[in-house]
């Protein structure tokens, strides 16, 4: 007994030294996974598969008639030879953006040396891009609308896609399917000229994704990734050089629409950022979270200038979820947890006092739950909003000037989604039931009713028992 303790006693530390040998091999799921995202895939996933690359998926990478991976040898390794500099020149990858550091080139050389093993536990899900769009076994709630800016078109956002539907009041498909790396969107939003569709999306809990789509050409031309969450409350600054968004992490932020370079970060909320609108110059830029603030910050400097909502504690009753400015002068429509609209003045004109809720300038007719979504008319004459909690939804449209309801529709299911047109004729709302309805703006009349996702992307429905037994 003594010797087998003597001889496990002599080989207990070459077996420790064996074990962490293992456990310092790198992880393809923990460590080279994450790499790719937050560096590659901006450009190398089924939608924007430059050089006919797709770095999302380990089949993917290792396959192809040219591998860009050659397991056990990273001098033949191309995935290698991109990213690293040459001579005095920088690397090839990743393009237009800082290159990957020391630690990171080590990190894909050790695990194409010891093998490119794939250690994912989970099964990848099924392929998903414009070859292979969702198919969907039921219709998927429906979290935000967008009409473009001439009134062509209606964006609705599906699962890992957008759907672009021509506006006319008879039911047709859709004109195209954008689909993309993200299951989750959030957010949709076109540029002022109507160009392009900024998505904001991503992964719940591990990433946000900000698209940016080619409306003409169908093409996604930016991708790029922020924070651990999806993002939220897009909006285009007024010259269409930038966008806004809201960051799960409390952050506000602002990209570069032409190459997806960060130029304000602002971390003075407590809560998610949930919705954003830029001033009428786009010189400020202001924001709303479930921290209960609307808050003002100046671009150029990224600097906190003002609570415009009152800071006396319970004031403002709930978290807020959604911002827009008015279109022709500096003022803000507001919706959130209390059930309220609400219009804010965006600039303080005296001196806050404590207490106060100076920048207040009217509420609205009271909603049932939460309010998801609001928006103004396009001459500024009429506010709209869309609530929802439990089995009831509403849409209530007012009179901007002095808060009088024109017409409300209530709904059994909460209403997450409002858009407005530009001709000032329509509106579109959808929510839980994956039906998007559109009305005149006017008096309220349906104009039209329609399933988010087309008959095409529907899975066919389960034999009946009488099917079965023929």
């Not at 500096?330 to 001196?351: F, I, N, S, T």
Request: charged share 25%; aromatic share 8%; net charge negative.
């Amino acid at each position: 007994m003594k010797w087998a303790l003597l001889v496990l006693g002599l080989a207990w530390p070459a077996f420790l030294h064996a074990q962490d040998a293992e456990q310092e091999k790198v992880s393809f799921a923990r460590e080279v996974v994450p790499l790719l995202r937050a560096r590659c895939h901006g450009c190398h996933q089924p939608a924007k598969a430059k050089g006919k690359l797709d770095l999302t998926r380990y089949d993917t990478l290792m396959g192809g008639e040219d591998p860009v991976v050659v397991p056990g040898k990273p001098e033949e390794s191309l995935l290698l030879e991109l990213v690293m500099p040459f001579d005095d020149e920088a690397p090839e990858m990743p393009e237009d953006a800082d290159p990957l550091s020391a630690e990171e080139v080590d990190v894909l050389r050790r695990w194409i040396a010891e093998g490119a093993v794939d250690d994912s536990t989970a099964k990848p899900g099924p392929l998903v891009d414009a070859k292979h769009p969702p198919v969907y076994p039921c219709l998927p709630v429906v979290t935000s609308l967008a009409y473009s800016p001439d009134g062509s078109m209606l964006a609705v956002t599906g699962w890992h896609e957008v759907f672009l539907y021509p506006v006319q009041d008879q039911v047709g498909p859709p004109l195209a399917r954008l689909v993309g790396l993200s299951p989750r969107i959030e957010s949709l939003c076109f540029s002022p000229d109507g160009t392009r569709l900024a998505v904001g999306c991503g992964t719940p809990g591990m990433e946000g994704e900000l698209q940016l789509w080619n409306v003409k050409d169908k093409r996604l031309t930016l991708s790029i990734r922020a924070t651990f969450d999806t993002l939220r409350g897009l909006s285009w600054s007024p010259d269409g050089s930038r966008i806004a968004f809201g960051c799960a992490d409390r952050s506000l932020r602002v990209v570069e629409a032409k190459t997806g370079k960060q130029v304000l970060y602002q971390a003075t909320h407590e809560d998610w950022v949930l919705g954003t609108a830029w001033s009428m110059e786009g010189k400020f830029l202001v924001s709303v979270s479930r921290d209960r603030s609307l808050k003002l910050v100046e671009v150029e400097t990224e600097q906190f200038i003002d609570n415009i909502t009152s800071i006396t504690p319970g004031a403002v009753k709930g978290g807020l979820m959604s911002v827009r400015r008015h279109p022709a002068r500096d003022e803000l429509l507001v919706g959130g947890a209390d059930g309220v609209p609400k219009a804010y003045r965006m600039h303080r004109e005296q001196k806050r006092v404590i207490g106060d809720d100076y920048n207040l300038l009217r509420t609205f007719p009271s909603m049932h739950g939460l309010i998801y979504a609001v928006e103004w008319s396009p001459d500024g004459s009429r506010v709209a909003a869309v609530s929802g909690l439990g089995k009831k939804g509403e849409v209530c449209v007012a009179n901007a000037e002095d808060g009088a309801e024109i017409w409300r529709h209530e709904f059994p299911f909460g209403v997450y989604a409002l858009s407005l047109d530009s001709t000032g004729t329509r509106l579109a709302l959808a929510g839980d039931d994956g039906i998007v309805r559109e009305y005149a703006l006017l008096d309220g009349t349906l104009k039209r009713e329609f399933p988010n996702a087309p008959a095409a992307a529907m899975a066919p429905s389960p034999p009946t028992t009488q099917e079965t037994t023929q």
